[in-house]
């Protein structure tokens, strides 16, 4: 089956770094479109960043220009480098994988979108 593992989760004062990983099984990220999502205590989830099976990525407004997803097929991991992190930023950081046929192309940010989750890594980012 498919399970997705996060890492890299903790403790960061605001303006500081983290850096994520997500190792994969039983998907190949080099087919799979895979994501990073978030959710605050109270809140929705929300799209953070993705990358499809090409290299093409996606950015929600808010972390353009502050995270970094990248991906390492021969791996099979994902990562998410935050920086300028932010305290309503805070929250339980969730890595997901969309596959359609055989590959997956497109820019994807809804969780609707992904079928595969994984359990999630805590950020807690004090001001």
């Known amino acids: 089956g498919v399970q997705l593992t996060e890492s890299g989760g903790g403790s960061v004062q605001a303006g500081g770094s983290l850096r994520l990983s997500c190792q994969a099984s039983?998907?190949?990220?080099?087919?799979?479109?895979m994501g990073w999502f978030r959710q605050a205590p109270g809140k929705e989830r929300e799209g953070v960043a993705s990358?499809?099976?090409?290299?093409?990525?996606v950015y929600a407004t808010v972390v353009r220009g502050r995270f970094t997803i990248s991906k390492d097929n021969a791996k099979d991991t994902l990562s998410l480098q935050m920086n300028s992190l932010k305290p309503e930023e805070a929250g339980m950081y969730y890595c997901?994988?969309?596959?359609?046929?055989?590959?997956?192309?497109?820019?994807?940010?809804?969780?609707?979108?992904?079928?595969?989750w994984g359990q999630g890594t805590q950020v807690i980012v004090s001001s």
């Open positions: 039983g998907v190949s990220t080099s087919q799979y479109c």
């Open positions: 997901a994988a969309r596959l359609l046929g055989n590959s997956c192309r497109g820019l994807y940010l809804s969780p609707a979108s992904f079928q595969y």
């Open positions: 990358v499809d099976s090409l290299g093409s990525r």
